[in-house]
């Protein structure tokens, strides 16, 4: 049980490259999350998908997409990256159980924009 | 908009008393709090949920309060150590499918 893995650790792209981060559960949880972390600025949510099928922006999508592809993997992508997106981003699963609903986070993805 | 303040960005603290933090929020009225902890270099952990209708919870040295009408939350270590030294998370919630939204942490150290 590797509860959620992302992929690359670690990224280091060019302005105006694109990249697509990869986020898989096996949990069988149904909503997943995007979030970047920045120094002073906490955890930023930019995409979830509460269920299989669908997504929804969060408080900060601008420049990215996503694609729940099922109900495992939950991807991130930046079109034409832009060094404001230089930060740390983690992928979350989880699932309402009883009166728990706590979130199970990945390592995270460590990407530099240049 | 909704706003969550946690009380310090770092507090230290001396090996063996008791490390409070605080968590207070503004324009949201949320059915429960969760508290994480954070090492360097890795996701959050969820620790401990508290809902809406109650006062206090515990978990071995952990112990949270939820002051609904003071808007809120304080996550007590007792007994510190060393490696209770992370950032820790506060986060508010609401029923259904609604996103956690997170304050930006409190980092612990706890010094021998």
């Known amino acids: 049980n590797a509860g959620v893995t992302q992929t690359p650790k670690f990224q280091v792209l060019k302005t105006g490259q694109s990249m697509t981060l990869q986020c898989a559960q096996d949990m069988n949880h149904n909503s997943m999350y995007w979030y970047r972390q920045d120094p002073g600025m906490g955890l930023r949510l930019i995409y979830y998908s509460a269920s299989e099928g669908t997504t929804d922006k969060g408080e900060v999508p601008n420049g990215y997409n996503v694609s729940r592809l099922n109900k495992r993997e939950f991807s991130l992508r930046l079109e034409s990256a832009a060094p404001s997106q230089t930060s740390v981003y983690f992928c979350?699963?989880?699932?309402?159980?009883?009166?728990?609903?706590?979130?199970?986070f990945g390592p995270g993805t460590r990407l530099t924009v240049t | 908009s909704q706003k969550i303040e946690q009380n310090s960005e770092a507090l230290n603290i001396q090996e063996g008393k008791t490390a409070t933090l605080t968590c207070n929020y503004t324009?949201?009225?949320?059915?429960?709090l969760q508290w994480y902890r954070q090492d360097p270099g890795r996701g959050p952990v969820f620790l401990l949920l508290?809902?809406?209708?109650?006062k206090e919870k515990r978990k071995e040295r952990l112990k949270v309060t939820f002051d609904t009408t003071l808007k809120q939350s304080l996550f007590h270590i007792t007994a510190s150590q060393p490696a209770d030294s992370a950032t820790y998370l506060c986060?508010?919630?609401?029923?259904?499918?609604?996103?956690?939204?997170f304050g930006k942490g409190t980092r612990l150290s706890v010094i021998a």
């Open positions: 979350a699963s989880s699932e309402r159980r009883f009166d728990i609903y706590e979130q199970y």
């Open positions: 986060a508010l919630g609401s029923d259904g499918n609604t996103p956690l939204v």
């Open positions: 508290i809902r809406e209708n109650e």
């Open positions: 324009n949201y009225s949320p059915a429960y």
